[in-house]
């Protein structure tokens, strides 16, 4: 996707970038139905991961009072996932965003069950990656569902990737750190399914609760710029953090074993023809 100049600089001034419909609807609906499949098997192989803990803090709360639903990687489970990052539009707008040359850091989803699915709090990304310029890597947070206020859509404080916050151990989370930014300054990304939220690894961000009846998910690829580490890490290890671009990209041969670039819409297509997207009996 060729973003305009307004675009970049609302990026870099405010540190995010929300596109509505930036997936189209027939693409949203592909992601949701292979989503579905791998929380499915995720669940049934009790493999998957709640990150919520207990209002103690000490171990998950499997209970189901309190859920996060987390998978990652997501493309060692799903070959539409291998070739989402090598989408045309998803390599241009990152180009646009944090230059080229870049790798695929992680990618990974957040299922939030209705009524008991919690959000996940305040952070920096970078108080994990820590590079040196949190505008060389950002992440891509496509809902999966609408995600609005009700739901416990994203928010993010504007021009926070100016600032450094201190980060503890979540409370609320087995795994995670938080922080606690001036939650005056908030703003809610609502986004109908199929739209990103491209935030940089500096800008403080957060999901709350699900309230409602219906699930909400959503999914975030993060990209890292080769001079930022981005080389470096992939040098160390490439198994599911593929090259997307530079000289030592091969379009997940290297990767994967085979190439999935120039594959998303076979693999799209696929998804919504398996048996999985047709109406299951009650």
């Avoid at 189901?64 to 998978?71: A, T």
């Avoid at 009524?115 to 947070?141: C, E």
Wanted: aromatic fraction near 8%; include cysteine; glycine fraction near 8%.
């Amino acid at each position: 996707m060729q973003l305009n100049e307004k675009q970049i600089a609302e990026f870099r001034n405010n540190g995010y970038l929300a596109i509505e419909g930036f997936f189209d609807l027939i693409e949203a609906k592909a992601l949701r139905l292979e989503l579905e499949r791998i929380y499915d098997t995720e669940l049934k192989n009790g493999t998957g991961i709640n990150c919520a803990v207990q209002t103690d803090g000490t171990k998950r709360d499997n209970a189901g009072e309190r859920q996060n639903l987390q998978v990652i990687p997501l493309n060692n489970r799903s070959d539409l996932h291998k070739a989402l990052p090598f989408h045309p539009k998803v390599i241009s707008a990152v180009q646009h965003l944090i230059g080229d040359e870049f790798m695929l850091e992680l990618d990974q989803a957040f299922w939030k069950p209705p009524k008991v699915g919690i959000g996940t709090s305040w952070h920096q990304d970078n108080a994990y990656f820590k590079i040196a310029d949190p505008l060389r890597g950002t992440a891509m947070w496509i809902a999966i569902h609408d995600a609005n206020v009700e739901n416990g859509c994203m928010h993010v404080i504007p021009g926070s990737h100016r600032e450094s916050y201190e980060h503890y151990r979540d409370p609320q989370s087995d795994h995670h750190i938080r922080c606690d930014p001036p939650e005056e300054r908030a703003v809610p990304i609502e986004l109908k399914a199929g739209g990103v939220l491209f935030f940089c690894y500096g800008v403080a961000h957060c999901t709350k609760s699900n309230l409602t009846d219906k699930e909400r998910a959503g999914v975030a690829l993060h990209f890292l710029h080769n001079d930022f580490g981005g080389r470096e890490l992939w040098e160390n290890n490439n198994t599911t953090k593929p090259m997307l671009r530079g000289p030592l990209a091969t379009g997940g041969e290297a990767e994967f074993g085979e190439k999935f670039e120039g594959r998303w819409e076979e693999l799209m297509n696929a998804v919504l023809a398996s048996d999985y997207s047709k109406p299951k009996n009650m």
